[in-house]
């Protein structure tokens, strides 16, 4: 069985809100349905570094990923509108134009031209490094709209974390467009075996399969594995004392705990709403 949580990234801070109020409601019940075109350009850099130039490629190439595995999205090749971002470029840097500045009319997009090859959705970014750590400043455009509907900025962004940032932001980017959140930051805890004759054990990935953590190693089965409500904990029943005993798993210390182990069945755990009781 699995079990979903949304994680939330402590360390990265939403700095800046979008302006536009209220989803844009992707009704994907509806017979007339179609997925949205979007264009993700290389992010702008602001500073110079191979780290830089890569993680510009990566970001929109991983936010596009995640857009594609939702379902309501085609992504436009970067070979089609080219041209228009170097004209950005250009425009912005002989008018001093800051490309992410909060009136649309000054950002040096030139709105039509995305709209002309049949553009919907644009999301553009500036990255930039300071002291060993990334800021991200992101937005997205609903061109049929004319309407910035999602901004964000991230800051003391280390580069492990990169990633995440992309997946937060895609599911945010889902919430202005359908009012419910992506699943891009939550985790899936499940059983599994290594092999078909091992023991059952409890596992932790994410909601792709990708990042997988072996949670228990012994050669008894574990079984029925639970979240808490906050995705701090797991708790799940282990026959390595021969008895079917409940434990806990702290995922911040990969901290193995034993809860229960009353004579007899210990199993089936789950998290009160407030997680102070485990029945």
């Not at 110079?48 to 970001?59: A, Q």
């Not at 002989?94 to 000054?106: A, E, P, R, S, T």
């Not at 049949?118 to 004319?146: F, H, M, P």
């Amino acid at each position: 069985m699995k079990y979903l949580l949304l994680f939330l990234a402590i360390s990265i801070i939403p700095v800046f809100d979008a302006h536009a109020k209220g989803p844009m409601i992707i009704n994907i019940d509806n017979p007339g349905f179609r997925k949205l075109t979007v264009a993700i350009p290389k992010f702008f850099i602001s500073g110079s570094g191979k780290d830089l130039e890569e993680m510009s490629k990566t970001g929109p190439q991983e936010l596009g990923r995640l857009l594609v595995f939702s379902g309501l999205f085609n992504v436009m090749s970067e070979k089609a509108y080219s041209d228009i971002v170097t004209k950005m470029k250009v425009k912005s840097k002989k008018n001093h134009i800051k490309l992410l500045g909060d009136d649309l009319g000054k950002t040096g997009i030139d709105v039509q031209q995305w709209k002309a090859i049949a553009v919907e959705s644009l999301t553009y970014a500036e990255l930039s490094k300071n002291a060993g750590e990334y800021s991200l400043a992101i937005r997205t455009i609903d061109l049929n709209r004319n309407k910035l509907i999602l901004g964000k900025k991230y800051t003391k962004i280390k580069a492990k974390e990169f990633q995440l940032v992309m997946r937060r932001y895609a599911d945010l980017l889902l919430e202005a467009y359908t009012g419910k959140s992506g699943i891009f930051t939550s985790k899936i805890v499940f059983v599994g075996k290594r092999k078909p004759k091992s023991s059952k054990q409890i596992f932790i990935c994410d909601f792709d399969g990708s990042n997988l953590i072996q949670v228990t190693k012994d050669r008894n089965p574990h079984l029925s594995p639970s979240w808490s409500r906050d995705g701090r904990f797991i708790t799940f029943t282990s026959y390595r004392d021969g008895n079917p005993d409940l434990y806990t798993y702290e995922l911040a210390t990969a901290k193995i705990r034993k809860l229960s182990s009353y004579k007899g069945l210990n199993s089936g755990g789950n998290w009160s709403p407030d997680d102070k009781v485990i029945a």
